[in-house]
């Protein structure tokens, strides 16, 4: 059974996409026991912080127009998808700085982060490859070039992950020498290495930076490839195309966008509660929760998401079924998942103090209460995409309403009536389980009555 899902084209560009995130997850994986000894769980809290402003922007950064790119059954329509794209992200960009110039503190005093006073500045640079990195990932996928999509994924996490690697020995001022360098390292694992703590402006700052180098990296691979392969397409973008395809897919600004920013919202405003009702460090350690999670996972999770969307919205686009592809997937992604999750469960406390430091423990135990969560977030988020391919947006957007509810006012649950972060994970977990059971059981509905 195996080597007939590895024979089939859904399957070869499952593996070739996971190859390519395997790699690139590598080096996140193996130097994070070193990143979290280099920088504190408040500087972890503080580019967690940082980062959800990246998505939050990037919602309107190019109207969602970009998930439309793949939908088109010509390359002449898609290509003014993308024209509009960048069209409507440059434009924001330029606002953004604007914007910056005229309301820094205020920006400033409402986020209550001055440790990013003048990291906002990098916001609009870094927004703009972050957006094209999504553009042409779409394009890339379009086309079929998964290879290029892992590709693009590898120099964009060996980017991010170079610069933080850099930026922490330059923290601790380790350039001088070799033998220096190498006596750090030996004592960093030893029992009585003392964790950094608070926020240091070197810390944070390559933190930032590492997120504007690795899409830049990411968008730089995929755009050698255009311009090699695609860019003669380039004489058939114009205003009117442009225009004419804005309002065919003018759902995904409309309703998408609307979807994706209530997504936002939500992680920002929980990153904020969890800041604001306790502290950077707590922050931090629910952000670790999530960027270990997310290092094997993303491996498997992404590659399913981007080829499912692809090779359903073509069966759909060909008056084909695709329910079976729907539930084949779930299946494969739960068998994957299981073993994974129940390790977390059982032993998390245990792996984050062996890996990270025991000071890390505490992330740990965060995974077990989130993992219900997580393990069918995971399974079911990569079929979710049905209702985008069915024009179904609406439809996915209120159920995204009260998911996002959940999440937030669980959290908010905790910390205000419990004060424990831990028991609004708890309310969490048990009412996002039951959620994703209903979204899965809708998705399947749905897909069997396309045709």
């Not at 114009?238 to 979807?259: C, D, G, S, V």
């Not at 998942?337 to 430091?357: E, T, Y």
């Not at 740990?364 to 995409?385: A, D, H, M, R």
Request: with cysteine; hydrophobic share 50%; charged share 15%.
């Amino acid at each position: 059974m195996l080597n007939r899902y590895v024979k089939s084209d859904f399957g070869k560009n499952v593996v070739t996409l996971m190859t390519g995130t395997t790699i690139a997850q590598i080096l996140p994986v193996a130097l994070t026991p070193i990143l979290t000894r280099i920088f504190s769980p408040e500087e972890f809290g503080a580019f967690a912080f940082f980062a959800s402003i990246i998505s939050f922007l990037l919602v309107f950064s190019s109207g969602r127009y970009e998930q439309a790119i793949v939908l088109p059954k010509t390359d002449k329509e898609a290509i003014n998808i993308l024209g509009l794209c960048f069209s409507l992200l440059g434009t924001f960009t330029i606002l953004l700085y604007l914007i910056l110039f005229l309301f820094h503190d205020f920006f400033i005093n409402l986020i209550n982060a001055p440790a990013l006073d003048i990291w906002l500045w990098i916001v609009p640079p870094t927004l703009f490859f972050a957006g094209s990195y999504r553009i042409l990932t779409f394009w890339s996928n379009r086309k079929k070039r998964f290879k290029g999509t892992s590709n693009s994924m590898i120099a964009q996490t060996t980017g991010r992950i170079t610069t933080q690697f850099a930026g922490g020995i330059t923290k601790f001022g380790l350039w001088e020498s070799w033998k220096k360098l190498t006596a750090f390292f030996g004592e960093m694992f030893n029992k009585t290495y003392v964790l950094p703590q608070g926020i240091d402006p070197i810390g944070i700052g390559s933190l930032v930076l590492s997120l504007t180098i690795g899409f830049f990296a990411g968008t730089l691979t995929l755009f050698i490839r255009f311009f090699r392969d695609d860019r003669q397409l380039l004489q058939f973008v114009n205003r009117t195309e442009m225009k004419k395809q804005a309002k065919i897919h003018n759902k995904f600004p409309k309703i998408n966008a609307l979807h994706a920013l209530t997504d936002e919202f939500k992680n920002l405003g929980v990153n904020t509660t969890i800041l604001y009702a306790f502290s950077e460090s707590v922050l931090g350690f629910y952000s670790m929760t999530f960027r270990v999670l997310r290092a094997p996972l993303t491996v498997i999770g992404n590659s399913f998401a981007q080829v499912f969307y692809q090779k359903a919205a073509e069966l759909h686009a060909n008056q084909q079924p695709f329910v079976n592809l729907v539930n084949k997937t779930v299946k494969r992604l739960f068998i994957i998942a299981l073993p994974i999750f129940a390790v977390i469960l059982i032993f998390g406390p245990d792996l984050f103090a062996i890996v990270l430091g025991d000071k890390w423990r505490t992330a740990g135990e965060y995974t077990q209460y989130l993992t219900p969560w997580l393990f069918l977030n995971f399974v079911i988020s990569p079929i979710q995409q049905v209702a985008i391919i069915l024009n179904r947006q609406g439809s996915i957007f209120l159920l995204a309403l009260v998911g996002n509810a959940i999440i937030f006012l669980s959290i908010l649950i905790g910390s205000l009536v419990f004060d424990d972060v831990k028991i609004g994970f708890l309310i969490l977990s048990i009412l996002q389980f039951f959620y994703y059971l209903y979204v899965y059981l809708w998705i399947r509905k749905i897909a069997q009555k396309a045709h």
